[in-house]
């Protein structure tokens, strides 16, 4: 009877211990690629512009979940670093598609679209962003995440874990009310594209929402959202800023690319 409890409570412990660790993965890599794709932005457009996921936070989500995936999927093979590649790439452009599918579902926006790029599928995903995964996949799980684990480990030590257990849910309370005023926000968006430029849309009952709110403006969401396109339509691909076109859609241009 004792051992059953004790291992029922190793049990107990170790999801408690998977279910912090693993919000503060997702939480730690989402600002990471936030950072990542800032800097991408930089380097192929010359300027610095939002890339983020959602209205307030510097989080960009995709990062996030392709992170915990690996790390809960691939960690046992840290020490294989084909299996990695291979892994991480599987698994970062599953994650990809799947997110951009849903969004659009949900949304009927594009944050990305890789079409006419080799092996490209449906635009969601493709060969040169799987291989970048894989790479992703080999730094984090080697080099990256048992750093970030020696720190979580080190502030445990000279933290009451209380306060980082309290810091945590905060984080996970602003994310979930970031995530769905910004649901609200790209719902009321879509509205008032619909209707600004009448556009001829199978999903028109869905347009009947709308929010009168300068929090939502397309000045705010386009710099918000520069690269957004219409999904799922005869409009399918077309950028918002082509629509919107006396908007800024950045914050600093630093040089131009040509």
């Known amino acids: 009877m ?17 279910i912090w660790y693993t919000s503060t993965y997702f939480i730690f890599y989402s600002f990471c690629g936030f950072l990542l794709e800032t800097f991408f932005g930089l380097y192929t457009k010359g300027v ?42 599987i ?6 598609y799947s997110m951009s599918y849903i969004c659009e579902k949900i949304f009927h926006f594009k944050w990305w679209d890789y079409t006419g790029m080799t092996l490209s599928i449906n635009g969601r995903t493709c060969l040169y962003f ?31 874990i209380r306060v980082l257990k309290t810091s945590l849910l905060l984080l996970i309370g602003f994310l979930i009310f970031d995530a769905a005023i910004s649901a609200m926000a790209l719902k ?28 939502f403006s397309e000045e705010n969401m386009l710099l918000i959202y520069p690269n957004m396109q219409i999904a799922g339509t005869k409009y399918n691909s077309t950028y918002i800023d082509s629509l919107y076109k006396n908007h800024k859609t950045y914050y600093v241009r630093l040089f131009s690319k040509k």
């Open 130 to 160: 799987a291989v970048m995964w894989g790479i992703l996949g080999i730094l984090l799980i080697k080099y990256v995440n048992p750093f970030i684990d020696k720190i979580i480990n080190f502030l445990k030590e000279k933290i009451d």
């Open 2 to 18: 004792e051992n059953v409890l004790e291992l029922k409570n190793k049990k107990e412990k170790i999801i408690k211990f998977n």
């Open 188 to 215: 009321s968006f879509y509205a008032k594209i619909v209707k600004d430029f009448d556009l001829d849309v199978k999903n028109a009952e869905y347009a009947n929402f709308s929010v009168d709110n300068n929090l």
């Open 48 to 89: 610095i512009e939002s890339r983020q996921s959602f209205l307030f936070g510097p989080f960009c989500i995709i990062y996030g979940i392709g992170a915990v995936l690996m790390i809960t999927f691939l960690s046992s093979f840290k020490n294989r670093p084909i299996v990695l590649f291979f892994g991480s790439s």
């Open 91 to 96: 698994l970062g452009a599953t994650a990809e």
